[in-house]
């Protein structure tokens, strides 16, 4: 079974707007972390934000913020005020410590930020 | 944070020849890993580098196509053997510290074309 699921293949957003991105996650560790990465066409990868399995709260970093909903095992990322660099892929991303240090990866969004 | 230098930032080789990778860490760090991007897709995790013992490798990728080297704490090297146009991809060295950040971060990668 994948451990991350991102089904939305691409996404488009207008300059200014907010866009939220999904992210559905499988464990049944109790122990997990859930990472968003940003990936411009250059190639790296971006670290954005991270939220624990047990954090009471939703995370946020600037415009980034994670909408974490346990029971549904969902993590979307939302960005708010799109700006054009913006424009990049977008990889969801689970770590079980329990279970060992690696770090699963959904297939990632593509979003693009219209002027 | 930790600054991950990888080089060459991109290749062109011949089939049949051999490239090798190689990933700087600015600080001392736990874990390292390799990872692959081939096109359009996911991060596939290849191995995780460990220091002064042979690498540990996921399920279907092998020391033979993907040895590893990690002589020291802060370097590692990935060398891609005998390449043939599947193993056009993007190769990405990751790194992050037990009991640190959480979160891994990511070399610029590199990107390999077979041709």
């Known amino acids: 079974a994948q451990k991350i699921t991102q089904t939305q293949p691409g996404m488009f957003v207008q300059e200014k707007e907010a866009v939220t991105l999904d992210c559905t996650y499988d464990t049944s560790d109790p122990s997990y972390g859930l990472f968003w990465y940003k990936q411009p066409s250059s190639g790296e990868m971006i670290f954005l934000i991270y939220q624990g399995s047990y954090d009471q709260q939703n995370a946020t970093e600037g415009r980034y913020s994670l909408n974490f909903q346990k029971a549904r095992k969902s993590a979307n990322l939302v960005i708010s005020a799109s700006q054009l660099g913006d424009s990049a892929m977008y990889f969801c991303a689970m770590r079980e410590p329990n279970t060992g240090n690696q770090f699963y990866f959904g297939t990632g969004t593509s979003l693009t930020v219209i002027p | 944070s930790a600054v991950i230098s990888q080089k060459p930032s991109r290749d062109i080789c011949q089939r049949g020849t051999s490239l090798t990778i190689q990933c700087q860490v600015d600080s001392q760090v736990t874990m390292m890993f390799w990872y692959r991007q081939q096109p359009g897709q996911s991060l596939t995790l290849i191995a995780t580098?460990?220091?002064?013992?042979?690498?540990?490798?996921e399920s279907g990728f092998v020391i033979d196509k993907f040895p590893i080297s990690r002589p020291n704490l802060t370097f590692s090297t990935l060398t891609v053997s005998n390449m043939s146009p599947e193993d056009s991809s993007i190769y990405l060295c990751s790194a992050r510290r037990t009991g640190g950040k959480p979160e891994a971060f990511f070399g610029q990668g590199t990107r390999l074309t077979v041709v």
């Open positions: 580098a460990n220091q002064g013992s042979e690498a540990t490798y």
